[in-house]
């Protein structure tokens, strides 16, 4: 007499199977849900088509306050202007203008129009981090934040460009065109110790230790070989070194320029 088979699943069967299911379903939702995922991608494609068309809107815009303004017979500001197209506009009196609760910068000399972030827009200057200003040019000056809490600021039009993201390994800006390096002034962590750099002047011995001349140095006038007749040496005041030195500080840090 034959035995019956028994055509139901094993146990080890039926795990092997679920191992398997989840596999697929965690690819599944890294398919979908990761950084790189298919929904991240269509929202940041959704955000980048509804900047490209507040951009286009505002361009529009400003081309006919453009126009406007250099007729013969100006009549509107570029504030009515805007208000023609957006509902609700709020001029930051600083080059930036929140439409309809987006901020947008307009450079009204050059044109150069930047569409903020769309996606937790607020119109107001949060602080954001590295990552952030990596990836888009900033609305409005910003403060930025890096992992171990050091604040700089980057100017509105301006995004980092390298990949760091710690202010003690070098921050560089760029607008596009020009790059600048910050400078911190103040106290600065590098995640272990805190730092102090003075506002001064600095030498340096051949094995790299510093020795700090003092910040009187920066508010005095420095000495310049000047070509005229005889080749005289004469001294040079820096241009608005006082701004500079009370900016410096208020920010904790200033820019030079890359080359």
Same mark, same amino acid.
């Given at each position: 007499?034959?035995?019956?088979?028994?055509?139901? #699943?094993?146990?080890? $069967?039926?795990?092997?199977?679920?191992?398997v299911l989840l596999i697929l379903a965690?690819?599944?939702?890294?398919t979908l849900m990761g950084d790189n995922g298919l929904l991240t991608r269509v929202s940041q494609s959704k955000e980048e088509s509804q900047r490209g068309e507040i951009e286009d809107r505002v361009r529009l815009e400003y081309t006919e306050w453009k126009i406007s303004k250099n007729s013969d017979n100006p009549s509107k500001s570029l504030e009515e202007i805007l208000r023609k197209e957006f509902g609700s506009v709020v001029n930051n009196?600083?080059?930036?203008? $929140?439409?309809?609760?987006?901020?947008?910068?307009?450079?009204?000399?050059t044109g150069k129009i #930047?569409?903020?972030? #769309?996606?937790?827009?607020?119109?107001?200057?949060?602080?954001?981090?590295?990552?952030?200003v990596?990836?888009?040019?900033? $609305?409005?000056?910003?403060?930025?934040?890096?992992?171990?809490?050091?604040?700089?600021?980057?100017?509105?039009?301006?995004?980092?460009?390298?990949?760091?993201?710690? $202010?003690?390994?070098?921050?560089?800006?760029t607008d596009g065109t020009n790059e600048f390096v910050w400078i911190p002034v103040g106290e600065v962590s590098d995640g272990i110790?805190?730092?102090?750099?003075?506002?001064?002047?600095?030498?340096?011995?051949?094995?790299?230790?510093?020795?700090?001349?003092g910040n009187a140095v920066i508010s005095s006038s420095y000495q310049e070989e000047t070509i005229s007749?005889?080749?005289?040496?004469?001294?040079?005041i820096a241009?608005?070194?006082?701004?500079?030195i009370e900016s410096a500080k208020t920010n904790k840090g200033y820019y030079i320029g890359r080359y």
């Open positions: 007499m034959r035995e019956k088979e028994n055509k139901g #699943i094993t146990l080890i $069967v039926l795990v092997i199977t679920i191992i965690g690819v599944s939702i890294a009196n600083d080059g930036t203008w $929140v439409l309809d609760g987006v901020e947008v910068s307009i450079n009204e000399e #930047i569409v903020g972030d #769309i996606t937790n827009q607020t119109g107001q200057k949060g602080e954001k981090t590295i990552e952030e990596q990836e888009n040019y900033v $609305v409005g000056n910003t403060i930025v934040k890096d992992e171990n809490g050091n604040k700089i600021v980057v100017p509105d039009g301006f995004k980092i460009t390298n990949d760091t993201k710690k $202010v003690h390994e070098g921050i560089v800006i110790n805190i730092h102090t750099i003075n506002l001064s002047r600095y030498t340096f011995a051949t094995n790299g230790t510093p020795t700090d001349r007749v005889g080749l005289n040496r004469g001294n040079t241009k608005d070194i006082e701004r500079f």
